[in-house]
């Protein structure tokens, strides 16, 4: 949640994301260092995807590009001491996850959620797509999974859910993760996130 | 050239992108540092790109990508002190650039050459397509323009740029700059170079 009078940066990810795992994991700490305040928003690739004519991830259209994707994240990964499993499923369906996100966002569990997503899909090969896997993640965070769960299908939180997609097209992002300063600037990748905070913090100092 | 003993890097890069600019403008002093020896290889994206279905740059076929580039760019050059002017045309043909560099990486000024090229390309949104750039950098260079034009135009050169080509999409390469160290290990994009260079200083004491 954005505290009044520091400097913001809207953090967009998909739970299909692949570079969105390590940003997930890292965001958290590095804003409170550069003190700024960070959203989480989830929101769905795949119709973005579609409009720009592709029918599933880049990394998988272009196998080049894929293999070395793979590569490159078990690095990143190793670097970070974070665990890396690759799943067998690439890309995974996140709409339940998103939506699960949302309920948890507006409530005290959200990014604790979202970094469990993140481990159990990316660090354990999990399948985020299924309900069972959801459920536990919520339980051990100490949410209760059927209401949870409920919620997610609820009518408001498909709204939502659909509404983000659109705004994080509208605002012209392309790819996740992307950092979204106050000031409007874009910066894409994993590797712009110590970029896009200074970025917010020297913005906010402006003010 | 490599030193022996030394580690060594190759650096792939096509005078036609964007982010091969500030990778070229930043290597050599970070090389140096690192205790790395870069063997600078030119090649052409186009063929790469065309092979996967694309007849253009990527950052043309999907304009929100596209523009988010041209700002990165803008702010990563702001961030290095490079000049930076949009080119009204891009990408702009990069053979004749790449073929005087490899006539330059055999004699002694092919590096500066790789960086004046650059410079006046993105720097000064010059046209390197055209022979009297070239012919212009050649001169500030020391190098005879009329000489080096008619080598690069000569079967060998062409050859040698044809096999360059060849060599990079064989090692997987689908983008540029791509840097690769001894040990075969791949790093995509300007913003990988530090990391490029470590592994590859590892990778020489290891031996």
């Known amino acids: 949640m954005p505290v009044l009078d520091m400097p913001a940066l809207d953090f967009w990810f998909d739970f299909a994301s692949t570079?969105?795992?390590?940003?997930?994991?890292?965001?958290?700490?590095?804003?409170?260092?550069?003190?700024?305040?960070?959203q989480f928003r989830p929101f769905l690739l795949g119709p973005i995807f579609k409009a720009q004519g592709w029918d599933s991830s880049p990394f998988n259209l272009y196998p080049a590009k894929g293999r070395y994707m793979w590569r490159d994240l078990e690095?990143?990964?190793?670097?970070?001491?974070?665990?890396?499993?690759q799943p067998e499923t690439f890309p995974q369906p996140s709409l339940l996850?998103?939506?699960?996100?949302?309920?948890?966002?507006a409530e005290s569990w959200g990014?604790?959620?979202?970094?469990?997503?993140?481990?159990?899909?990316?660090g354990e090969a999990g399948r985020i797509d299924d309900s069972a896997t959801i459920a536990r993640l919520l339980t051990a965070l100490g949410a209760a999974p059927d209401?949870?769960?409920?919620?997610?299908?609820?009518?408001?939180?498909?709204?939502?859910?659909?509404?983000?997609?659109?705004?994080?097209?509208?605002?012209g992002i392309f790819g996740a993760p992307t950092f979204v300063t106050a000031d409007g600037e874009l910066f894409w990748g994993n590797d712009r996130l110590e970029q896009a905070l200074a970025w917010a913090a020297r913005a906010g100092k402006k003010c």
Chains 1, 2 share one sequence.
């Open 19 to 38: 570079y969105s795992y390590p940003a997930t994991m890292r965001i958290a700490p590095l804003a409170a260092t550069a003190g700024v305040t960070v």
């Open 75 to 85: 690095r990143l990964c190793a670097d970070l001491s974070l665990p890396f499993c």
């Open 97 to 105: 996850a998103a939506r699960a996100a949302l309920v948890g966002l």
């Open 111 to 122: 990014e604790e959620f979202c970094r469990a997503v993140f481990r159990a899909e990316f």
């Open 147 to 171: 209401d949870v769960l409920a919620k997610a299908k609820s009518e408001p939180i498909k709204t939502r859910l659909r509404d983000e997609t659109q705004a994080a097209q509208q605002l």
